[in-house]
């Protein structure tokens, strides 16, 4: 029977990143996988997280199975982070998942079964993952304009346009909540106000994929996106991850979130989203869980977190700026990645040049244009600047 299988097309990241692991050259540079890396090019345990593992070994006594929704320390401190303090935890029903994506995929199966044959609208472009899992759950995928044609800045109008002309009722919207992956460019908080507005005239329900907390603007900061939609939207999903801001990416831990008009619906929500869980993985696994709910209730290890999560955002922004001045150095305006936040940036290169670049300078970069900025350091800047001045002429 296994001779019927055919190759499945491989992931276009980390089919690169493969090659790059392959590359036999000194000099190589990875900007292509999203994970935040330090100024020696090392992606670091965070020493807040070495502290709380330290003290889960001491204290933890059992590695039983954990509820199929996960532990309530866990769901009590992610729903304080996310949500705010303000906010009716009632009207929330909340799991840990392995991961953001796990968060999507428990998501969109859990909508699918109030939404059978439903609609999901993704930004083009977007992570590119997310037209899997949604399709995977059954929905039929489209995408909304979000690039202005030259690839620098939002096309606010286009995506307002699309949206409020072809969008129906009951259609679901993948909204990144900040740092938009890839481009690195974000709706103002006006415009913001202004999609949360459309969607809920036209009765569509917003599907917040938040992958990124803290690395925008700031961990409260991110999260305004969220408070306008709350305002307009009784019913909301929130995806969160914690593997770029708690740098816990093999451990898996992420979180879904259903908010409902009533607490009156909660226990439903809840108890289909378990049962999505419990055909799939069966529950959730425990360390990861157990290193984020040990650092958010811990009067010493929450601080020491925030502040290694500005450090983060603030290498990001400094790398960023780095590159644009370095490539003015050389006469090239890349003033317009500015405004763009988080780990990523459309640098306007295209698949030609992203091609040169990795065969000519060992350097990596996604065919689109899109680089992790936090993949550059300060002693690759020069060279880097170099080689895309170069690539530019190309
Ligand atoms: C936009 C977006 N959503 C979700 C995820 C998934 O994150 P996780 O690794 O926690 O599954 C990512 C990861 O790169 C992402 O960029």
Redesign the pocket.
């Known amino acids: 029977m296994f001779e019927h299988f055919s190759l499945a097309p491989p992931d276009s990241i980390l089919g690169l990143n493969a090659a790059f692991e392959k590359d036999p050259r000194a000099q190589k540079l990875n900007l292509t996988v ?1 994970v935040f890396k330090d100024d020696a090019g090392q992606t670091p345990i965070l020493e807040s997280v070495q502290l709380a593992q330290a003290k889960i070994f001491q204290q933890q006594k059992t590695k039983g199975y954990l509820p199929i929704e996960g532990g309530k320390d866990f769901i009590d401190q992610i729903n304080r982070l996310v949500l705010g303090s303000e906010f009716d935890y009632g009207r929330v029903a909340t799991a840990h998942t ?7 995929r428990v998501g969109a199966d859990t909508l699918a079964k109030v939404l059978p044959a439903g609609r999901f609208w993704v930004s083009n472009p ?2 590119a ?2 037209n899997a899992v949604f399709q995977a759950a059954g929905f039929e995928v489209l995408s909304y304009r979000y690039l202005n044609a030259a690839k620098t800045g939002l096309d606010f109008a286009g995506m307002l346009e699309q949206l409020s002309q072809q969008g129906r009722p009951g259609d679901v919207v993948c909204l ?1 909540a900040c740092c ?2 890839p481009t690195g460019i974000d709706p103002t908080l006006e415009q913001w106000r202004e999609i949360s507005d459309l969607l809920a005239k036209k009765k569509m329900l917003p599907f917040v ?1 938040f ?2 907390q803290g690395f925008g603007d700031g961990l409260q900061e991110d999260a305004k996106p969220i408070s306008i939609l709350m305002r307009d939207h009784s019913e909301l999903v929130i ?1 969160g ?4 801001n708690f740098g816990l ?1 093999s451990e ?3 979180a879904l979130m259903m908010i409902s008009e009533s607490p009156r619906s909660t226990d439903a929500v809840l108890s289909q989203i378990r049962s999505s869980i419990r055909c799939n993985y069966s529950n959730p696994p425990r360390h990861g869980e157990a290193i984020v709910a040990t650092i958010l209730s811990d009067a010493e290890l929450a601080p020491k977190w925030r502040s290694e999560v500005d450090q983060m955002r603030s290498r990001i922004h400094s790398m960023r700026n780095a590159l644009i001045q370095g490539m003015e150095a050389r006469g090239k305006n890349f003033g317009f990645l500015a405004d763009q936040k988080g780990m990523f940036s459309y640098t306007g290169l295209n698949p030609m040049q992203a091609d040169w670049l990795m065969n000519q300078k060992g350097i990596y970069i996604v065919g689109t244009g899109r680089i992790n900025v936090a993949g550059l350091t300060t002693s690759s800047m020069d060279r880097v600047c170099d080689a895309i001045a170069e690539a530019c002429a190309v």
């Open positions: 999203g392995p991961g953001g994506t796990g968060a999507l977007t992570w993952n997310h990144h938009h992956n994929d992958a990124y995806c991850s914690l593997s770029k990416y898996r831990v992420g």
